[in-house]
């Protein structure tokens, strides 16, 4: 069964930076579009950014030049790289597939269980 | 950037009814529409892609129609488990900006 597993999340100071970790099982990540997606407690998903199987990458305007996201493909892992962090971060973070027509990949068909990052001081 | 509207905020039903379930998108999305359900302390789970195809495994009791900016969630017989909250989901073309509806809680009556 297709799994995806997300680690890294924990509490960390404003300013900070924090490296959440995708892991999949029985698909490959690399052949495959990733994202991430957020919610804060209380609220809704907020799309956060996408790796195409091409490898190109796109940040919602609320993390663009702050988060970065990249794929190991020895460790079949997805990576968020979060850097100037804020409390408005504060979120669990999801990692899902997504899927589509090439190129138009829009729908996210399995998603982690999700980290929690709180950002605080 | 397409915004997403959902209505109503919170449905009132009781298992067996029918529950009817509306996204609108503020320009054409084209079929490109997926919704999804989420319980609470779990991950969202894909119910409908491409605006009517049921996701692998998800009950015939779900539908979805719709096209261009309008599109409805249809859930036929309410089953105990199907009360969450559901949000339906887009992409833009260009840039590939995803933006997700604010969700509709369907709650027991």
């Known amino acids: 069964e297709v799994q995806l597993v997300e680690t890294g999340g924990g509490l960390i100071q404003p300013g900070g930076s924090l490296r959440l970790s995708c892991g999949a099982s029985k698909f490959t990540v690399s052949s495959n579009s990733m994202t991430w997606v957020r919610q804060a407690p209380g609220k809704g998903l907020e799309w956060v950014s996408v790796l195409y199987r091409t490898g190109s990458t796109y940040y919602a305007d609320s993390v663009k030049d702050r988060f970065t996201v990249s794929r190991d493909n020895s460790n079949n892992t997805l990576y968020l790289q979060m850097n100037s962090l804020r409390a408005e971060d504060t979120a669990v973070y999801y990692c899902?597939?997504?899927?589509?027509?090439?190129?138009?990949?829009?729908?996210?068909?399995?998603w982690g269980l999700g980290t929690l990052v709180i950002v605080s001081s | 950037e397409i915004v997403l509207r959902q209505s109503p905020p919170t449905l009132s039903l009781s298992p067996g009814e029918r529950a009817t379930l509306s996204c609108r998108a503020s320009q054409s999305v084209s079929g490109y529409l997926a919704w999804y359900q989420q319980k609470p302390g779990q991950a969202p789970r894909l119910l409908i892609y491409d605006a009517s195809n049921r996701a692998t495994g998800i009950p015939a009791r779900f539908s979805g129609s719709g096209s261009g900016t309008d599109f409805t969630l249809t859930i036929s017989g309410l089953e105990p488990e199907d009360f969450a909250v559901y949000y339906c989901?887009?992409?833009?073309?260009?840039?590939?900006?995803?933006?997700f509806g604010p969700g509709t809680k369907l709650e027991i009556k």
């Open positions: 989901q887009q992409r833009s073309n260009w840039p590939p900006i995803y933006t």
């Open positions: 899902a597939r997504a899927r589509g027509l090439w190129g138009l990949e829009y729908y996210f068909d399995y």
